[in-house]
């Protein structure tokens, strides 16, 4: 049962006699601090619980209220004090900030972003709240905290003052069949900072509801926006991404612009197949290195084209500057894929539809440079792992224009895979990206090319061939 587990991996050793502050900083029905109790019971040290609910009915309904410093408030805006615990473990309240009916008064006090899910809040709150030497946490979170942009930076404050010690994932929905489920488990301290300089220690991982081990990992050294994606690549058919060597980010080579709503209802009425204009690139004429515009039919707006072209005339004066900022040489990126799919126009020629990514290098020597490295295995690989776990479907990448611009620039000259690309050589373009980044990896690039080799039916399995959205 996962409240055992939790317990059990969160206690850990007690010595005989040892008194064990424990805390569940949402405790409903006191389950946790139950289990908590018996375990240390068990080792022989004394427990002394302490649970906090804005609702304590379930504690008293449990026949608690006598076996627990019970205190009833909003844990996340209590007086703390200098109060601190040895155990904090719990299975938070998951507030999604996008829904409106648990969307807490303003913005996390935490650090996080105005999106972070409030069991994010108390991820923090808990290992603020541990002791400082060796406090130890376990909390059943979101998967999405993983990896959700607006938890970033409480997954730093968080790797910042302890260090994860063992993971577990659900393989199918518990609890809310709109939320997969984690449980991550820390340890606060001195060790924690000292590991930093050392070598990476693993991580204990175990997965389902019959917490099943599995291979343990060792965490990154570094990961844009501080994500835990890499707990769960693998287990959503991610290749592990082996050390890189790095110099800087696409963002120092290129502007990346996504487009939105304006852009997608601004262009609404002005795309025909007769039109005398620029044409129009959809994400499903984006394959890997080749554009497939006057090849393929597309959709845009619940319409089908053949090749579709831009009538400017008809745009009005913000979509004319949006176009005349669009027309300039770049690569577009496709966003519903398994992996990036990158081309050139080196004309400037091509508007891109809403989703699609426009990447305008800051020089022209960028330009197949840009393009080269997104038509890597390393490429797609940090792309994807980065928002594994954010949505309940594995099959798509999430790219946005954060992270394309957070991807790490390979260290290594490009020259080579820029030739390959500009010649239509993908295999080799991917396999000199790599090499560019210090990367030979038979996995990670067997992975990359199935996916790449059959991008244009990924894409249909996947998106369903669906309209770009608006
Ligand atoms: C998902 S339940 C978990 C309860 C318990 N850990 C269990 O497994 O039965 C979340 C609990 O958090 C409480 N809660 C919600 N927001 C809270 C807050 N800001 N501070 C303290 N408790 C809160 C709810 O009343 C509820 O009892």
């Known amino acids: 049962m996962l409240v055992d587990h939790v317990v059990t991996a969160t206690v850990a050793t007690v010595r005989a006699g040892q008194r064990v502050r424990i805390l569940d900083p949402a405790c409903g029905d006191g389950r946790f601090l139950v289990a908590a109790a018996e375990a240390v019971r068990q080792a022989g040290g004394v427990a002394e619980l302490t649970g906090v609910d804005i609702d304590l009915g379930g504690l008293?309904?449990?026949?608690?209220?006598?076996?627990?410093?019970?205190?009833?408030?909003?844990?996340?805006?209590?007086?703390?004090?200098?109060?601190?615990?040895?155990?904090?473990?719990?299975?938070?309240?998951?507030?999604?900030?996008?829904?409106?009916?648990?969307?807490?008064?303003?913005?996390?006090?935490?650090?996080?972003?105005?999106?972070?899910?409030?069991?994010?809040?108390?991820?923090?709150?808990?290992?603020?709240?541990?002791?400082?030497?060796?406090?130890?946490?376990?909390?059943?979170?979101?998967?999405?905290?993983?990896?959700?942009?607006?938890?970033?930076?409480?997954?730093?404050?968080?790797?910042?003052?302890?260090?994860?010690?063992?993971?577990?994932?659900?393989?199918?929905?518990?609890?809310?069949?709109?939320?997969r489920t984690c449980a991550i488990g820390f340890r606060r301290g001195a060790a924690a900072l000292l590991t930093a300089a050392g070598p990476s220690p693993t991580i204990a991982r175990s997965a389902g509801a019959d917490f099943v081990r599995i291979e343990p990992v060792a965490a990154p050294a570094a990961t844009p926006n501080d994500h835990w994606g890499w707990l769960i690549a693998d287990s959503h058919g991610l290749p592990p991404v082996p050390p890189i060597h790095a110099a800087g980010t696409v963002a120092d080579h290129a502007l990346v612009t996504a487009n939105f709503r304006d852009q997608y209802y601004g262009l609404v009425g002005a795309v025909r197949d007769d039109a005398d204009g620029p044409p129009l690139i959809t994400t499903g004429l984006i394959d890997p290195g080749r554009c497939h515009w006057g090849e393929r039919s597309t959709r845009f707006a619940k319409q089908r084209f053949d090749a579709p072209r831009v009538d400017r005339s008809t745009l009005v004066p913000f979509m004319q500057r949006w176009a005349d900022r669009c027309l300039v040489p770049k690569?577009?990126?496709?966003?519903?894929?398994?992996?990036?799919?990158?081309?050139?126009?080196?004309?400037?020629?091509?508007?891109?539809?809403?989703?699609?990514?426009?990447?305008?290098?800051n020089g022209p020597e960028s330009l197949w440079q840009i393009a080269a490295v997104l038509t890597s295995p390393v490429a797609s690989a940090l792309i994807a792992e980065q928002s594994v776990g954010s949505g309940l479907s594995a099959a798509t990448v999430r790219v946005s224009?954060?992270?394309?611009?957070?991807?790490?620039?390979?260290?290594?000259?490009?020259?080579?895979?820029?030739?390959?690309?500009?010649?239509?050589?993908?295999?080799?373009?991917?396999?000199?990206?790599?090499?560019a980044y210090g990367v030979h990896d038979e996995t990670l690039y067997g992975w990359w090319w199935d996916h790449v080799s059959h991008a244009a039916a990924d894409r249909r399995r996947y998106s369903g061939a669906g309209d770009e959205c608006g």
Not at 334 to 360: C, F, M
């Open 60 to 179: 008293h309904a449990a026949g608690l209220l006598g076996d627990v410093e019970a205190i009833e408030a909003d844990a996340l805006v209590h007086d703390w004090g200098s109060r601190r615990f040895d155990v904090i473990v719990g299975n938070p309240p998951f507030l999604s900030q996008l829904a409106s009916a648990t969307a807490r008064d303003g913005g996390s006090r935490f650090g996080g972003g105005p999106y972070a899910d409030a069991a994010a809040d108390f991820l923090a709150l808990a290992v603020r709240l541990a002791v400082d030497d060796g406090g130890r946490v376990g909390l059943v979170l979101p998967t999405s905290l993983l990896t959700a942009r607006d938890a970033g930076p409480i997954r730093c404050e968080v790797a910042a003052h302890a260090t994860m010690e063992w993971f577990w994932a659900s393989r199918d929905l518990m609890f809310d069949a709109a939320v």
């Open 401 to 435: 224009q954060r992270t394309l611009g957070q991807l790490a620039w390979p260290a290594g000259a490009l020259t080579a895979a820029v030739g390959a690309l500009r010649s239509g050589d993908l295999a080799a373009c991917g396999r000199a990206v790599d090499a």
């Open 331 to 361: 690569v577009l990126v496709a966003t519903q894929s398994r992996v990036l799919e990158a081309v050139v126009d080196e004309a400037g020629a091509w508007l891109p539809a809403v989703p699609v990514i426009r990447v305008v290098p």
